[in-house]
T-cell receptor, first 112, second 113 residues
Framework: SQQGEEDPQALSIQEGENATMNCSYK?????LQWYRQNSGRGLVHLIL?????REKHSGRLRVTLDTSKKSSSLLITASRAADTASYFC????????????FGTGTRLTIIP | GAGVSQSPSNKVTEKGKDVELRCDPI?????LYWYRQSLGQGLEFLIY????????KSGLPSDRFSAERTGGSVSTLTIQRTQQEDSAVYLC???????????FGPGTRLLVL
C-alpha cells in the first residue's frame, strides 16, 4: 500500500481561488516533499518540510505538517491557469529508511 | 546548467524485443533513481544508485529489468523481452546526495505493441 496518499484525487476550482490538497502517510518520516507534474512528464520539486517543522512557505505555496496525525497539506493561494497539474507528496520511511514513496497524486484543474 | 536528460523521449517496440533507456543526471549528483509511472498512476520506484555503493534494486518488478550506472554518471535501464504491461513512462531523477530533493528528467514514454 502507498505510504503517501493524496486527497482529493481531483480538484477543479476557479482561477483566483485557493486550492488545498492533503497527504496522509502511515509510518514515521524524516521529511515530506511535494512535487508538481505537468502533462505526465517529469516532476518538479516544490517544497520539502522536515519532521520537526510545522509550516513552510514558498511564494504562493504553503505546506503544513502534522506528525501526530501523519498528514500534510499543500495550499496554493490565488490560483492561476498555469497551476493546472498533478501534485504528489513523497515521504521517506524515517530514520534508516530514506527511500521515497510517492502517492497517486491530486489532479488540479484551474478554470479560467 | 543542464538538467537531467533522458533518451529517447518516446519508444515504440514490439512485444519480446529488448529496449534500453538512457539517463544523464546533473553533473556532480551522486544519487540517481529510476521510476515507472503507468497512466494516471503514481510513481513506482525501480532502482537507486548512490555513489559507489551497491544499488538498491528492490523495486525492479522482474529479472527482465536491469540497470547500470557507468562511471558514477550516465545510467541505462534495460528491459528484456518486453511485455505489453511494461508500457509506461520511465522517469529518471538525480540528487546531490541521498533521498532529498530530486531533479527529474522529462521521461521516456515506452509503448509495447
Amino acid at each position: 500500500s502507498q505510504q503517501g496518499e493524496e486527497d482529493p484525487q481531483a480538484l477543479s476550482i476557479q482561477e483566483g481561488e485557493n486550492a488545498t490538497m492533503n497527504c496522509s502517510y502511515k509510518t514515521s518520516i524524516n521529511n515530506l516533499q511535494w512535487y508538481r507534474q505537468n502533462s505526465g512528464r517529469g516532476l518538479v520539486h516544490l517544497i520539502l518540510i522536515r519532521s520537526n517543522e510545522r509550516e513552510k512557505h514558498s511564494g504562493r505555496l504553503r505546506v503544513t505538517l502534522d506528525t501526530s496525525k501523519k498528514s500534510s497539506s499543500l495550499l496554493i493561494t490565488a490560483s492561476r491557469a498555469a497551476d493546472t497539474a498533478s501534485y504528489f507528496c513523497a515521504t521517506d520511511g524515517g530514520f534508516g529508511n530514506e527511500k521515497l514513496t510517492f502517492g497517486t497524486g491530486t489532479r488540479l484543474t484551474i478554470i479560467p | 546548467g543542464a538538467g537531467v536528460s533522458q533518451s529517447p523521449s518516446n519508444k515504440v517496440t514490439e512485444k519480446g524485443k529488448d529496449v534500453e533507456l538512457r539517463c544523464d543526471p546533473i553533473s556532480g549528483h551522486t544519487a540517481l533513481y529510476w521510476y515507472r509511472q503507468s497512466l494516471g498512476q503514481g510513481l513506482e520506484f525501480l532502482i537507486y544508485f548512490q555513489g559507489n555503493s551497491a544499488p538498491d534494486k528492490s523495486g525492479l518488478p522482474s529479472d527482465r529489468f536491469s540497470a547500470e550506472r557507468t562511471g558514477g554518471s550516465v545510467s541505462t535501464l534495460t528491459i528484456q523481452r518486453t511485455q505489453q504491461e511494461d508500457s509506461a513512462v520511465y522517469l529518471c531523477a538525480s540528487s546531490p546526495r541521498g533521498w532529498e530533493t530530486q531533479y527529474f528528467g522529462p521521461g521516456t514514454r515506452l509503448l509495447v505493441l
